[in-house]
């Protein structure tokens, strides 16, 4: 599996989202210049992850984003999959439960157990990090390089 920029580019946005909106609500242009992206591409990020209730957007002169929700709560998988979608490695009736084949052999194919597990670790690995966890890091990084200098 690999993420588009879309899954990059947005949980870098949104780990920087968490750890400097504790304070207030944080603009696209401050996270935009910290993370090298641009603010239109932002906008597009932070459209999606409002629609999947993961950020809101404040108003006004001092108006931003913040997180919706405690980041203890919300898991790289979560952002990912908002951004991304399906984190399905490849399509396979074995691995989505649809139980439509999505090809000829499907019905004899034993590499869909390949697929499977693939698919089972990849969500496993995303589900068990939580945004709290990479804000913390985030922060002990930042007081490392400080007495670093």
Known sequence: MKLSTKGKYGLRAFID???CGEEGPVSLNSIALRQEISVSYLEQLMAKLKKAGLVKSVRGVNGGYRVAKPVEEI???DVLRALEGDLTPVECAGIDGSGEASCSGSSQCV???VWKRINDS???TVNSIYIGELVRESKK???NSKTEV
């Open 122 to 124: 990849i969500n496993d």
């Open 111 to 113: 590499s869909k157990i």
């Open 141 to 143: 990084q930042t007081e």
């Open 75 to 77: 898991s790289v998988g």
């Open 17 to 19: 989202l968490a750890v």
